[in-house]
């Protein structure tokens, strides 16, 4: 079984619960960040804000490669698709993500 771990851009953090419950094996986890365009065209963000979550997530991601994570990061105009060759191309069988805080992507 590969565990692979969905970190969200408003989950920034090493003790988050999805990064937590794997740090023993955190060399063999690999882990995934995505910006989606389409999502934030969904959801006005304000440019400023945007440029901020998008660097915080870059800046997290190479926090966590330092760390010794397996990390992706991927830039693409949805969820789904990275997210979807990621888990094929890493042979992910159970994926692990925070609770979001927002209830529209909570949907997702």
């Not at 692979?4 to 937590?20: T, Y």
């Amino acid at each position: 079984m590969t565990i692979g771990i969905w970190v969200l851009g408003d989950q920034l953090w090493n003790e988050q619960s999805a990064l937590n419950s794997c740090q023993k094996n955190h060399q063999n986890t690999p882990v995934i960040l995505i910006e989606s365009l389409s999502y934030v065209q969904q959801r006005r963000y304000h440019r400023q804000k945007l440029v901020f979550i998008w660097s915080a997530m870059r800046h997290f991601a190479e926090e966590l490669r330092q760390q010794g994570w397996l990390v992706s990061y991927e830039t693409a105009d949805d969820f789904e698709t990275p997210l979807q060759a990621w888990v094929t191309k890493n042979t992910i069988t159970e994926l692990r993500v925070m609770t979001p805080n927002d209830r529209p992507f909570a949907e997702i």
